[in-house]
């Protein structure tokens, strides 16, 4: 376990980076947010003119999920986190320092401003809280190899012969025991 545990380290024992964010939403249909983005700009001049992001995300922000926190979205996202938003996910995590302001984005929920909150760097877990999920695969893997070989002894090579006679022999006998 210990041999695969540094082998294959990524696969087991891999945390990814995670971020949490803030944000700011004005819901609009994807393709149609034109009539929108006037509204987003003064946003964005509020914000540049030092107006408190939390502030103003509470004022302005149509995600009623975060709006009663400043637009704090108060989970950890990792950027494979299909649940997320791909265009929110892959700008939070362009996004090099804590407090740091997106660019206006638009996602599928609408127009967004993004503000990274908070980031917890990738890490591995240590040997010994991955010990079990290892020994579990290489059991896995052993059980299977077994089953395999087992099946495969049980097999017919290619040298194997039939033989009609007794075959024959053997169905007639069968045969005439089912009749009685």
């Not at 893997?141 to 040298?159: P, Q």
């Amino acid at each position: 376990a210990r041999e695969r545990y540094h082998a294959s380290k990524d696969d087991y024992a891999l945390v990814p980076e995670t971020r949490r964010s803030s944000h700011i939403l004005l819901q609009c249909q994807k393709y149609s947010c034109n009539p929108r983005t006037e509204e987003m700009k003064a946003i964005q001049a509020r914000l540049a003119a030092g107006e408190d992001f939390a502030e103003v995300a509470g004022e302005v922000t149509e995600d009623p999920g975060s709006k009663g926190t400043g637009g704090f979205f108060d989970r950890w996202i990792a950027l494979g986190d299909s649940s997320i938003d791909r265009i929110y996910r892959e700008t939070l995590f362009e996004l090099e320092d804590e407090g740091q302001l997106s660019v206006v984005v638009n996602s599928d929920f609408g127009l967004h401003i993004i503000r990274l909150e908070d980031i917890k760097p990738e890490y591995y877990r240590s040997f010994d809280e991955v010990k079990a999920d290892i020994l579990a695969e290489l059991n896995r893997e052993f059980v299977r190899s077994r089953t395999n070989e087992y099946v495969a002894g049980m097999s017919l090579s290619d040298e194997a012969v039939v033989d009609d006679v007794a075959l024959e022999r053997l169905f007639t006998q069968q045969g005439s025991t089912d009749s009685n």
